[in-house]
């Protein structure tokens, strides 16, 4: 092998130097290009006046107010009354006071741990909290007086005549305003999640529960005792497993029945539109254009009329993916159909076998496994789509979805369902590729 | 002998033929007994629903009809509301690919880069895939506002899992002597990749990339349905007034750019990207 100086390597070096320069030269144009497409995108969507308006502290409450739930002490000023109960529900009301809440309507105490202590007298309250001092409020006439200690104001705190807001720590809170003063602490938990709070299963064991449905005495006359334990769950109010697990039902009834169908609408229009199989230009033209025209429409169009049609529900789902795909399946099967081996197809027919037995035994074999992939990748796919459809209005979970978001004040539901979606697309997920790998030789492919 | 054989081979054919034909008259009865689910869940009927089927359709376009010229007028109206659903998917489609590139170049085996990393690296494409974007957007609606930004970025998170699957696989059947001979004239990892595996991919990444903008364009415009602007957000509000012209108009527009991106993305990856590289 031949030695280059080191001089002689700098001189070989230099055209190839200038020639991946050249090379690269649309790549950077391009790369330029983007990247002041980003900047264009950046003023379009005026992030820097999001970042400016952007909650991040809401994003925050509501995870952990997802994994927390809170209890209201609430007094009453006009009707008079005092009322210690689960997210300020009427049917989540302590009959029994619980062991931190101490004293009568006129004259209490709560105890919100680590020290910090509200004391309630008439129309009066005092708040102790460690490191800081106690806080004094007190409705005068329609003002509210509030006396803090000596120091500067927390920014926790916000007084003011009508509005009393002390958060010291994420979880206890104060509120005093002239209509009422409510005191929340925050608990970890999905509370209430197995049984309404005011069922008389609401806080026994897993063992109670278990030997409470074997043994003879009735808790409700109507029922075996099994059977009241499954309805109570099944209907707890709160959390309403009966209707989100219908619904769930529901996402994945729409997902499969719209795939099946048009998985079958789009075989046959598949065969019509394949150059190989129909020699008249004009039907394929058609067909195509028809393919096109159905998947581009859109599954959001074609849900939107159909709900108009047929209602909520997982009917009006199912036929917006079956239109939308027996485009796109009809697309991908006919392309599959124009790839195959005709040899297959003209051995099968040497021996004699006749139009339909040369599709059957010469060209289904060869597409069916494309066939089987596609569509236990849309199957997969659809099920994401159904939940987004869904939540447009065509029913199922992603309505249950949207609904609990615009209607909560507890995330603790919300992050239910979209826990259950997760795992339910998981699930199919998971599924599919399993399949596919079980049912096509040479696994994973797509 | 012979005769034995046929007699065996014929009634195995029987079997299989029977399965099949099981197999298929089950499929039937599920399909059927869920489409009377279906209809039996649903508010409205099958049969009424499909008497009344073009009446909407009907109802839209007679309205639109009836605005005459004035309709066409209301297409440079909506016109902002479609280059930001387009500007939504442009932007998701961009950042999901940068982050689809690394993810698929961490997670190709042949890349030299370290095994333990390679399944992690692909679970975390899976979720990313997985994870619906309707969560993510509106999970971000309720932090950031109503805006365009949480639709580009819960479509970005899906679209940089969905490519990066797409990506690695490209990846892992590159030639590998280029990378072999920059290996030996001392390239570092990131020149290999730079001079050995991202020109024997860009003709397939740009193909994957033109159909995932094409992905990305729907799924902007109907994450607009639920908030996040664009041609969505004004679909859904023409929809809730029952202004029908307008409804018309949306649906037409929304159409029209759907076919429209469909046949130049085709076109590019036809004609710029080679057509045996698309699959």
Not at chain 1, 21 to 38: F, H, I, Q, R, T
Not at chain 1, 312 to 323: R, Y
Not at chain 2, 47 to 53: I, T, V
Not at chain 2, 183 to 210: C, D, E, H, T
Request: charged residues 15%.
């Amino acid at each position: 092998m031949a030695v280059i100086s080191d001089q002689g390597a700098a001189v070989m070096a230099e055209p190839v130097r200038i020639s991946v320069k050249k090379a690269s030269a649309v790549p950077m144009l391009l790369l330029a290009g983007v990247v002041l497409y980003l900047f264009y995108a950046w003023t379009a969507f005026d992030i820097t006046a999001l970042l400016a308006r952007a909650q991040l502290s809401k994003g925050a409450l509501l995870i952990s107010d997802a994994v927390a739930y809170k209890t209201h002490v609430t007094k009453n000023f006009r009707r008079g009354d005092f009322e210690v109960a689960i997210e300020g529900e009427r049917h989540a009301t302590f009959k029994t006071l619980p062991d931190w809440v101490t004293g009568d309507a006129d004259k209490f105490t709560v105890d919100l741990g680590e020290g910090y202590v509200v004391r309630v007298e008439g129309k009066s309250l005092a708040f102790e909290v460690p490191d800081y001092g106690t806080i004094h409020a007190e409705l005068v006439g329609k003002k509210i007086v509030t006396t803090l200690p000596d120091g500067p104001v927390p920014d926790w705190l916000n007084a003011r005549d009508v509005k009393l807001d002390a958060r010291p720590t994420f979880s206890r809170r104060v509120q005093f305003t002239r209509a009422k003063l409510e005191i929340h602490k925050f608990q970890y938990g999905w509370e209430n999640f197995w049984f309404p709070f005011t069922s008389e299963l609401h806080g026994r064991s897993f063992s109670e529960l278990l030997s409470l449905s074997t043994s003879g005495d009735r808790l409700n006359p109507d029922q075996a005792n099994w059977q009241y334990i499954l309805s109570s769950f099944w209907g707890n109010p709160e959390w309403q497993h009966g209707h989100v697990a219908v619904a769930l039902f529901e996402t994945i009834l729409m997902a499969v029945l719209g795939t099946v169908t048009a998985a079958f609408c789009g075989l046959p229009l598949a065969f019509v539109a394949a150059s190989n199989f129909n020699p008249n230009g004009t039907i394929r033209f058609v067909v195509r254009r028809v393919f096109d025209f159905v998947r581009g429409i859109d599954m959001l169009i074609w849900s939107l009329i159909f709900i108009r049609a047929f209602g909520l529900g997982p009917l009006t789902g199912s036929l917006a993916i079956a239109f939308t795909d027996t485009g796109s399946l009809g697309k991908l099967f006919s392309e599959a159909l124009e790839n195959i081996d005709r040899k297959q197809v003209e051995g099968v027919g040497a021996t004699g076998a006749n139009r339909w037995q040369r599709y059957r035994f010469g060209v289904i074999p060869q597409i069916l496994p494309v066939f089987t992939s596609q569509f236990l990748y849309y199957v997969e796919s659809n099920t994401r789509s159904a939940t987004v459809i869904g939540a447009l209005g065509a029913g199922g979970i992603g309505l249950v979805l949207v609904e609990t978001m615009r209607t909560s004040r507890d995330w603790e539901n919300t992050f239910y369902i979209i826990s259950l979606i997760i795992v339910m697309v998981f699930m199919m997920d998971g599924a599919s590729s399993w399949l596919r790998r079980k049912l096509i030789a040479g696994g994973e492919s797509r | 002998m012979v005769e034995v054989m046929r007699q065996e081979v014929l009634a195995l054919e029987g079997r299989r033929r029977l399965y099949t034909g099981l197999s298929l008259a089950l499929l039937l009865a599920v399909v059927l007994s869920g489409y009377s689910e279906a209809s039996a869940l649903n508010s409205g009927g099958f049969l009424q629903g499909l008497s009344k089927f073009l009446d909407y359709p009907a109802q839209i376009v007679s309205q639109a009809w009836d605005q005459g010229w004035a309709f066409w007028a209301l297409f440079p109206k909506f016109l902002p509301a479609l280059i930001e659903t387009l500007n939504i998917a442009a932007v998701a489609t961009l950042i999901g690919a940068v982050f689809a590139t690394v993810l698929s170049l961490l997670s190709s085996r042949n890349l030299e880069v370290p095994p333990a990393a390679i399944p992690v690296v692909r679970r975390i494409m899976d979720i990313m895939r997985a994870f619906p974007e309707l969560i993510i957007a509106l999970f971000l609606i309720f932090v950031l506002g109503a805006s365009p930004v949480p639709a580009a970025i819960a479509v970005a998170f899906h679209t940089s899992g969905a490519l990066g699957k797409l990506f690695s696989e490209v990846n892992e059947n590159i030639d590998v002597k280029p990378l072999e001979g920059l290996k030996a004239v001392g390239g570092n990892w990131l020149q290999r990749v730079r001079f050995g595996v991202i020109p024997q991919v860009l003709p397939n990444y740009s193909s994957y990339f033109l159909l995932r903008f094409e992905i990305n364009v729907r799924a902007s415009a109907i994450l607009g349905f639920v908030g996040a602007g664009g041609i969505g957000t004004e679909l859904s509000r023409a929809i809730g007034w029952g202004a029908g012209s307008e409804t018309a108009a949306l649906f037409l527009m929304l159409f029209l750019s759907i076919v429209a991106i469909d046949q130049l993305s085709s076109y590019l990856r036809r004609h710029f990207v080679g057509a045996d590289n698309f699959s």
